[in-house]
């Protein structure tokens, strides 16, 4: 049986924006299922990167021990449309986030748990309540980025931290 990830937190810094590669974009809120992709990932050469409610996963040590758990790529998840919209990678949703894709994207959307919408692939789980995510892993062999999108020059990294972190850090301010 899979183990779940740490709860404990500590502060780190997430890249912005993604790297020249091969790369996924996870949405959502489920750890675990980013936990199982992580470790399907694993020496593959495939970033991941969080989007909206993910970004605090940098936080937690048993995630963020995965070198390949590169950075966070875009904002809030109302904002997905827009962001979603000219990139190259594939983009997996672990819950009820997902707005309607547009066409642009839609052959690269996937979806997991109960959220989902017409011509979105849905990724389910076996009978040990494990995911395979190898439909999304080839769906990024010729999905690449080139250059980094966005700004030029070195990537902004981003504080990151879990509410835990975020609330002794605010007692310690003057």
């Known amino acids: 049986m899979p183990t779940r990830p740490s709860i404990r937190t500590r502060p780190r810094k997430s890249q912005c924006p993604p790297e020249k590669g091969p790369f996924i974009i996870v949405s959502g809120h489920d750890l675990k299922d980013l936990e199982m992709l992580l470790k399907q990932t694993e020496g593959t050469g495939i970033h991941i990167y969080t989007?909206?409610?993910?970004?605090?996963?940098?936080?937690?040590?048993?995630?963020?021990?995965?070198?390949?758990?590169?950075?966070?790529?875009?904002?809030?998840?109302?904002?997905?449309?827009?962001?979603?919209?000219?990139?190259?990678?594939?983009?997996?949703?672990?819950?009820?986030?997902?707005?309607?894709?547009?066409?642009?994207?839609?052959?690269?959307?996937?979806?997991?748990?109960?959220?989902?919408?017409?011509?979105?692939?849905?990724?389910?789980?076996?009978?040990?309540?494990?995911?395979?995510?190898?439909?999304?892993?080839?769906?990024?062999?010729?999905?690449?980025?080139?250059?980094r999108p966005g700004r030029t020059g070195n990537p902004r990294r981003l504080p990151v931290t879990t509410p835990h972190w975020a609330m002794l850090m605010r007692s310690w301010m003057p």
């Open 51 to 147: 989007h909206g409610e993910m970004l605090p996963c940098h936080g937690y040590p048993g995630l963020n021990k995965y070198p390949h758990l590169a950075g966070n790529f875009g904002g809030a998840w109302q904002d997905q449309q827009k962001q979603f919209d000219n990139i190259p990678g594939c983009i997996l949703m672990t819950t009820n986030c997902l707005m309607r894709p547009r066409d642009s994207y839609k052959d690269r959307i996937y979806s997991t748990n109960v959220v989902g919408w017409d011509g979105v692939k849905h990724i389910g789980k076996n009978e040990n309540g494990e995911r395979d995510f190898s439909a999304i892993r080839a769906g990024t062999g010729t999905r690449r980025l080139s250059r």
